[in-house]
């Protein structure tokens, strides 16, 4: 009896993990040739009736320690294609302990539009954003991380979906790593990007999901934002917990078909303090998306896509405990090679999306050498479940971390005359795919990076 039950047991928790990767799988191929097809329309700003079509916009930046890269990012806001008169720039320096405050004051010198807000002490990013935002005057907010890079057109772009959308009250860009991975993680941690922004988040824009906010490359109309009060100064991950929150209000997100470029993280440690921030954030945010499952304004697609997301972590801990479990109890028993044989398989197949975009873009690309990384997906994945078990056990004892900024490596956005030029990190160049190889012939190039200088 004890036999049949275990059996009936094993079989259910695969299912549902394999469901569970399945509907993941069915999103991501449904929103990969979205993503491609948005990115590829030609845009044509002469079809903005300035000012008429233009909205004022209100850049919020939060940075802390940010030395290496806040100069460059700031360069990228000023050559923005956007009337001066209708863009505002608030800095929300916070407590550096580098040169960040120097570099924004003296940057910001004969700029009216641009303002930098210190404070001595840092509370987190989440706070941060809070500062700057009573000082915000745009009708349209963008908040952007202190490494973020974009076209010179961005503001245009989403001038443009915002007027041909007026229902779409929140839009996230597509992101995308910056083209030099100088190690594993950081090269790993591209393919992932491409699959959750160019893929996921896609599909689930094109199939009416819940759409989340990412951290940077955000865009949000001011009365939604008013609508829902302040950014969570208590979340791990203020963006998804704002995410929730907007949904819930009713409130309705897209995906901007405009692209930003980022960092990776370049160290486990890096790495695993990244994932613990999201997926603590995700484990925080849970119960706030239970409660909307009352909410009877809101679809049911929403709802459970919500919940789905929000318990990925702990799919990701609870299979992994299963699989292994189920692994050293079914080894000893003959009389189960079936389960036997799905469970060894889920182990292997775990990360089955990530292996499914590397081996597709070095088919799609002839870029054989990337297949390289697909054995190297196993530490990641051991990096995740450690970032996973430490956060929930930090959770649970009421011990959350503090904001701790990600190490960021010297940037340029490809002028070696600029005071914060360098050649370390840049978004990709035309002659550059979206994930840094060559582009073949028939292959859309990705644009030109920010321009700089005056």
């Not at 549902?16 to 999103?27: D, F, G, M, P």
């Not at 076209?151 to 910056?178: C, G, M, N, S």
């Amino acid at each position: 009896m004890s036999t049949v039950l275990i059996l009936i047991a094993s079989t259910a928790v695969l299912v549902v993990l394999w469901a569970w990767t399945l509907y993941h799988l069915i999103v991501l191929a449904m929103g990969w040739p979205h993503a491609n097809r948005a990115l590829a329309s030609p845009f044509r700003p002469e079809s903005l009736r300035n000012p008429v079509d233009l909205p004022t916009v209100t850049i919020i930046v939060a940075a802390r320690d940010e030395e290496n890269v806040i100069g460059a990012t700031l360069e990228s806001i000023d050559v923005l294609r956007y009337p001066k008169e209708l863009l505002q720039v608030l800095v929300a320096e916070d407590g550096s302990s580098d040169r960040t405050e120097e570099i924004c004051r003296a940057f910001a010198q004969n700029r009216p539009y641009m303002s930098i807000l210190h404070r001595d002490a840092s509370s987190g990013k989440a706070s941060a954003l809070n500062r700057a935002f009573p000082e915000a005057r745009g009708d349209i907010m963008l908040f952007l991380d202190a490494d973020t890079k974009f076209e010179d057109d961005l503001l245009l772009k989403a001038a443009k979906f915002f007027h041909d959308h007026p229902e779409v009250d929140v839009a996230q860009t597509v992101i995308e790593t910056y083209a030099d991975g100088p190690n594993l993680i950081a090269r790993l941690d591209r393919y992932e990007a491409a699959a959750w922004y160019r893929g996921i988040v896609a599909g689930k824009d094109r199939l009416g999901l819940f759409v989340p906010l990412c951290g940077t490359g955000m865009f949000i109309r001011r009365p939604a934002l008013e609508k829902v009060g302040p950014w969570d100064e208590r979340s791990l991950a203020e963006d998804l917990e704002m995410a929730v929150r907007l949904t819930g209000s009713g409130s309705k997100a897209s995906m901007l078909p405009a692209q930003v470029w980022r960092q990776p993280p370049y160290s486990a440690r890096d790495f695993v303090n990244q994932r613990r921030r999201w997926w603590g954030g995700a484990m925080q945010a849970l119960p706030q998306a239970m409660r909307l499952w009352r909410k009877r304004g809101l679809g049911w697609k929403h709802k459970l896509d919500m919940t789905i997301h929000l318990l990925s972590p702990f799919f990701l801990m609870g299979g992994t405990i299963y699989l292994l479990l189920a692994t050293l109890t079914m080894s000893s028993d003959a009389s189960q090679p079936i389960l036997l044989l799905a469970t060894t398989w889920g182990v292997i197949s775990s990360q089955l999306i990530l292996v499914g975009v590397i081996v597709a873009h070095s088919i799609s690309r002839r870029s054989w050498s990337d297949l390289a990384l697909v054995p190297g997906i196993y530490l990641y994945w051991i990096l995740q479940l450690y970032a996973s078990f430490s956060i929930l056990i930090a959770l649970s004892f009421r011990r959350a971390p503090k904001w701790t900024v990600t190490h960021k490596r010297p940037t340029t956005n490809g002028d070696p005359s600029s005071p914060y030029a360098s050649t370390a990190m840049r978004p990709p160049n035309r002659a550059e795919g979206a994930n840094g190889h060559a582009a073949h012939a028939h292959t859309r190039p990705e644009p030109d990076p920010p321009r700089t200088g005056r």
